[in-house]
């Protein structure tokens, strides 16, 4: 006689694969491993599901690797309140610390930005110019400006986090005939400050209605 199953242990349900959970683990594989080592297969592996179920969800690695960049940008806040200055301000700063805190997003910046999260901050962006007064070219100029700024500056970082290092900074001093500014100021940085002043210069040159 077959056992009741009453009296059988529950078998543990295994969570259903979603897209959301399909994109988390990729961030977190990405995290922990790079680009590089992101596969279809490892994906699987670590989701405990086959290659097969994860085709039905995602086609190709490329659609992996947009939708996890995208995740990163819905990481960035959208500011509340203050002038147009401080909501832009707010809005490249958490921009650049969601693609630090993953650092391979920044090599994959040349991909197209059409996932709903990044879409959102674009056109929030865009809307704070507007409402200060950037219409037309101004407006597009303002905003290529910001982005690339904040885009530039967070993959320089990411592939460089220590700064230039001690080689150069000696180089630098062996040469200092050729290359007197760069010897006396040098190329390590503080990340912070110098992206703080540095978008301070931005929006401080930026005046509606002030180029022909």
Known sequence: MNESVW????RRERRPLTLDRIVAEAVALLDEEGEARLTMRRLAERLGTGSTTLYWHVKTKDDVLDLALDAVFGQVPLPEGGTWRQRAA???TGWRAALLRHPWSTGLLDRPLMGPNALE???FLYATLA??????????AAAFSLSTF???SATMQARDPAGSGPGLARHLQQHRDAYPTLAAHGLDPDWDAAFTRGLAYLLDGMTPGANP
């Open 121 to 123: 901050r674009t056109e």
């Open 150 to 152: 904040v885009t530039g």
């Open 90 to 92: 707010a809005l490249v």
């Open 131 to 140: 409402e200060a007064g950037f219409t037309g070219p101004d407006l597009i």
């Open 7 to 10: 009296l059988r242990p529950a």
